[in-house]
């Protein structure tokens, strides 16, 4: 953003130093998602990552059978970012990226029945 004209020297200065700081952020984050894009989860990958979201395994609930067996069912995704919004997990960058990589897996996947488990 270009400073306004007439302003002083030191808000210009001011601005200047925020755009810089906006762009090195925009870079960092783009940086980032190219980063976790460039390494696929595998399908043992992603229901390993999954793990720790699945809850109780009484619940059997879409991410528990997606941990379990590899079904990705359509209520699959709506849980997996629901996880991902959880307050619990905001604090915890490196697993919000893990399971935005884990939600990527899936719906690159796509619906599907129980397959067998993925050699470690």
């Not at 997606?66 to 919004?85: K, S």
Request: proline share 11%; aromatic share 4%.
């Amino acid at each position: 953003m270009a400073a306004p004209e007439g302003l002083p020297p030191v808000l210009a200065e001011a601005q200047a130093l925020l755009d810089q700081a906006a762009a090195d952020i925009v870079a960092k984050i783009a940086g980032e998602r190219h980063r976790d894009r460039a390494h696929p989860l595998t399908d043992g990958e992603a229901r390993e990552a999954a793990r720790p979201y699945q809850g109780p395994p009484e619940w059997c609930g879409p991410i528990a059978r997606f941990v379990a067996t590899g079904e990705i069912v359509p209520a699959l995704l709506d849980e997996l970012n629901r996880e991902q919004d959880g307050a619990h997990i905001e604090a915890d960058e490196a697993g919000w990226r893990r399971l935005g990589q884990v939600i990527r897996y899936v719906r690159e996947a796509g619906v599907r029945p129980p397959v067998p488990e993925s050699p470690a």
